[in-house]
């Protein structure tokens, strides 16, 4: 009985694990290391957090945190001495990157763009690459996203627009 609920349990244990992932990328802000953001994604629900280094909180302190959910989106943000929350079609105008890119890896496959008629995006896959447009944007032009062989999380993620991000994950 005992051997039952032991492998039961280990089980559960497995089970709940092989959907959690997590990693740490750099963020680069054109070719400058500016912070880090780490990426959570469980089931059915991802967070991500970021911050910039320390030692340039002094010209720019910036931290956030975003959840997503099948009830929806949600991001919370500091910047210098500024604190805003968002929801749902408020993130898509602000960081349209940060839901799109988590869309992505919660599906595990290309989404469907006819479902998100407010903030429509073109995808684009390639081998080991795949490219969302976002379409309504002013903010970002593309994303792409270097695909793993061993993880739902990306490599590399490189976010083109006003400002150009890249996101290399070191864990």
Same mark, same amino acid.
């Given at each position: 009985m +005992? #051997?039952f609920?032991?492998?039961i349990?280990v089980? @559960?244990?497995?089970f709940v694990? $092989?959907?959690a992932?997590?990693?740490? !990328?750099?963020?680069?802000?054109?070719?400058? /290391?500016?912070?880090?953001i780490?990426? &959570?994604?469980?089931d059915k *629900?991802?967070?991500v957090k970021?911050?910039?280094y320390?030692s340039f909180?002094?010209?720019y302190?910036?931290t956030?945190?975003?959840? $997503?959910?099948? #009830?929806?989106?949600?991001?919370?943000?500091?910047?210098?001495? +500024?604190? *805003?929350i968002y929801?749902?079609?408020?993130?898509l105008k602000? +960081?349209?990157w940060?839901? @799109?890119?988590?869309?992505?890896i919660?599906?595990?496959? #290309?989404p &469907?763009?006819? *479902?998100? =008629?407010n903030?429509? !995006?073109k995808?684009?896959?390639?081998? &080991?690459?795949v490219?969302? !447009? /976002?379409? =309504?944007?002013?903010?970002?032009?593309?994303i792409? @996203?270097k695909?793993?062989?061993?993880s739902?999380?990306?490599?590399?993620i490189?976010?083109e627009? +006003?400002?150009?991000?890249?996101l290399?994950?070191?864990?």
């Amino acid at each position: 009985m +005992k #051997k039952f609920f032991l492998t039961i349990f280990v089980s @559960l244990l497995f089970f709940v694990y $092989a959907f959690a992932e997590k990693g740490v !990328y750099k963020a680069y802000v054109y070719f400058l /290391p500016v912070g880090e953001i780490t990426f &959570d994604i469980q089931d059915k *629900k991802a967070f991500v957090k970021g911050e910039t280094y320390s030692s340039f909180r002094w010209i720019y302190n910036y931290t956030f945190r975003f959840e $997503a959910s099948e #009830k929806g989106y949600f991001l919370y943000e500091k910047e210098n001495k +500024k604190e *805003k929350i968002y929801k749902n079609e408020q993130i898509l105008k602000k +960081k349209p990157w940060l839901p @799109l890119i988590v869309k992505y890896i919660l599906e595990g496959q #290309k989404p &469907d763009p006819e *479902k998100d =008629k407010n903030f429509p !995006y073109k995808i684009v896959e390639k081998e &080991d690459e795949v490219i969302i !447009y /976002p379409l =309504k944007s002013k903010k970002v032009k593309r994303i792409i @996203l270097k695909l793993s062989k061993n993880s739902r999380l990306p490599e590399k993620i490189e976010i083109e627009g +006003k400002i150009d991000i890249t996101l290399e994950r070191i864990k």
